[in-house]
């Protein structure tokens, strides 16, 4: 397939010789000899059975043949030359993809988007929900949003968010579990997380002990639906306040105490540095 491809080599020699109409300037362009660009293209011209220059003084003059091809190469090589621009450096406009876990994109991220949409208003977003971290570098994908403390090292890398985890419910249930006194805490309903027992850190920190055998307990896959449990009044969970800001601003949900427990919450921006959209990060 484009066999006539495997003369590439001399095809550029006669794109540059015809533009300038010299086989010395055109190695002077190619960074070659110019005994490289006659041998090339008279290698080229066998091959053909067509004679595409011609002496003219000092000059080389494209014959009729060389000047349609040559013209043809131009054409040609400038698309190619554009294209490969394009994609080393995209213009900001276009659309940026995202991808996140379910508790920050509705947490944070959509809350806040209309301030990334103020600021540019030519870029449009595509946000994309998932527990996996995609393979960034050669994806669609533009921005990876990742909870935890794994290191990337592979990708541009920046914490944007770090909180610790506290108890969070709602004011109503704060009041009838009679959350004044810490020591109540050790029987009331408990939101956990199925990928770790936070709780355990937390009474620890707190220096109380849980009644477990008393106590009634939820499990949930992520932060979010923990958020929405409380919410509506079943029992306390670990949360970050970063993340809950808008629902502790609105009232929905209180911090009965202040002692927080490990591990902290922490959230990354993850970008391949060499993306060809990477002024959209």
Same mark, same amino acid.
Not at 10 to 28: D, G, K, M, N, P
């Given at each position: 397939m484009y066999k006539e &491809?495997? @003369?590439?080599? +001399? &095809?550029? $020699?006669?794109?540059? +010789? +015809?533009? @300038? /109409? %010299?086989? %010395? &300037?055109? +190695? /002077?362009? &190619? $960074?070659v000899t110019q005994a490289a660009v006659s041998q090339q293209i008279r290698l080229l011209e066998t091959h053909l059975g067509c004679k595409l220059f011609y002496r003219q003084g000092r000059t080389m003059q494209p014959t009729s043949q060389g000047k349609q091809l040559a013209q043809s190469l131009s054409k040609n090589f400038a698309e190619i030359a554009a294209s490969v621009k394009q994609i080393s450096c995209e213009p900001l406009e276009g659309v940026l993809t995202v991808t996140t876990t379910q508790s920050f994109a509705s947490m944070i991220l959509i809350p806040n988007m209309w301030r990334f949409a103020e600021l540019y208003p030519d870029i449009a977003v595509r946000v994309l929900v998932s527990p996996a971290v995609e393979d960034i570098r050669h994806t669609e994908v533009d921005v990876a949003i990742r909870y935890g403390h794994s290191q990337f090292p592979d990708l541009a890398q920046e914490v944007i968010l770090e909180d610790q985890l506290v108890p969070l419910c709602s004011p109503a249930f704060a009041e009838q579990a009679q959350l004044s006194d810490i020591a109540n805490m050790a029987h009331c309903r408990l939101v956990y997380y199925a990928y770790n027992d936070y709780w355990q850190n937390w009474f620890d920190k707190a220096g109380i002990s849980r009644c477990s055998s008393n106590s009634q307990w939820l499990e949930v896959s992520n932060m979010d639906f923990a958020l929405g449990a409380v919410i509506t009044g079943h029992g306390v969970c670990l949360g970050s306040p970063k993340q809950a800001k808008h629902y502790l601003a609105q009232g929905l949900l209180v911090q009965p105490f202040n002692i927080s427990c490990e591990p902290s919450v922490r959230y990354s921006f993850l970008y391949n540095p060499d993306s060809p959209r990477r002024a959209r990060c």
């Open positions: &491809l495997n @003369h590439f080599t +001399a &095809l550029r $020699y006669v794109e540059a +010789a +015809a533009r @300038h /109409q %010299s086989y %010395s &300037l055109a +190695a /002077q362009e &190619l $960074y």
